[in-house]
């Protein structure tokens, strides 16, 4: 497959189920754009490198934004600059264990049982029902999402367009559904999101974090993959994706989650040790 399969293509999320897909050929192909990389908070537009992102309602030719909070903004009418939606949002600090202490989110205010309707018993981390016997615990919910690589090592975010992190960077993936494989989950969300076609690679870890400040608990499991094929079309949840080269990643503040922030920094230094050996 062509290194420049999905070379900084997005589509426009109105329009995606009329007339994009038609014209959503002409930008996904083998050819390779170059670009600069900007950042929101980099007011340097002349710097080079290679971050391949396009956004907004209609398609057109692929080409370079000032900056990518403003060509969102300009494009879509709905998200604006990283740096205002940061200010009223906390990026939980990536840590190898959450504080757990304290009501679950995921049972807070459970006081009668969901089977026989019978008043739960409570401990910390879970609830029992003496009646029917049904016990409910706190576990984490499981993701799967990938950090998917073209041929040059640049590695393809997402910008999110719903909460938690509207108009913040994400990785691509998505909750496992139970009973299901996480390597089958993975290429599920990998296809709903962006209708492409994954080889999962190598598998970097597990992440805890939360599903937004206040959200349920979540354990993230992270794999490397590449494109095989399908074409690109992105569903309601992404607002644009684009290819970043490893020292043109975002700061940590443009991204939605912690656990995100911390499985880039660890990819970044595998590939560090990795060099080191050659």
Not at 83 to 96: F, G, N, S, V, Y
Not at 151 to 176: I, N
Request: net charge negative; with cysteine.
């Amino acid at each position: 497959m062509d290194e420049g399969f999905v070379d900084g293509a997005v589509a426009g999320r109105d329009n995606r189920r009329h007339h994009g897909a038609d014209r959503l050929s002409e930008y996904v192909s083998g050819t390779k754009k170059s670009g600069a990389p900007h950042h929101a908070g980099q007011d340097d537009a002349e710097a080079p490198g290679a971050v391949d992102s396009f956004s907004g309602r209609e398609l057109a030719p692929l080409h370079l934004l000032p900056k990518a909070g403003e060509g969102l903004a300009r494009q879509t009418g709905e998200l604006g600059d990283p740096r205002e939606l940061m200010r009223c949002r906390t990026l939980m600090p990536h840590r190898d264990t959450l504080d757990g202490m304290g009501e679950s989110p995921l049972l807070a205010g459970w006081k009668s049982c969901p089977r026989c309707r019978h008043e739960l018993e409570r401990e910390e981390r879970s609830v029992h029902c003496p009646n029917c016997g049904l016990a409910v615990y706190a576990n984490p919910a499981p993701t799967a999402s990938a950090l998917v690589l073209d041929e040059e090592g640049k590695v393809l975010l997402a910008r999110r367009a719903q909460d938690p992190g509207a108009g913040l960077w994400d990785l691509l993936g998505g909750f496992v559904d139970e009973g299901e494989p996480p390597l089958a989950a993975l290429k599920r969300e990998l296809r709903e999101e962006t209708g492409l076609e994954i080889e999962p690679g190598e598998f970097l870890g597990g992440y805890p974090d939360r599903y937004g400040e206040d959200g349920i608990f979540t354990l993230n499991l992270y794999w490397t993959a590449r494109v095989l094929g399908g074409e690109l079309e992105l569903d309601d949840e992404i607002a644009e994706v684009a290819w970043f080269a490893p020292d043109d990643i975002p700061p940590r503040g443009e991204f939605a989650f912690a656990n995100t922030v911390g499985a880039l920094e660890d990819w970044k230094k595998l590939r560090g040790s990795m060099g080191s050996e050659k």
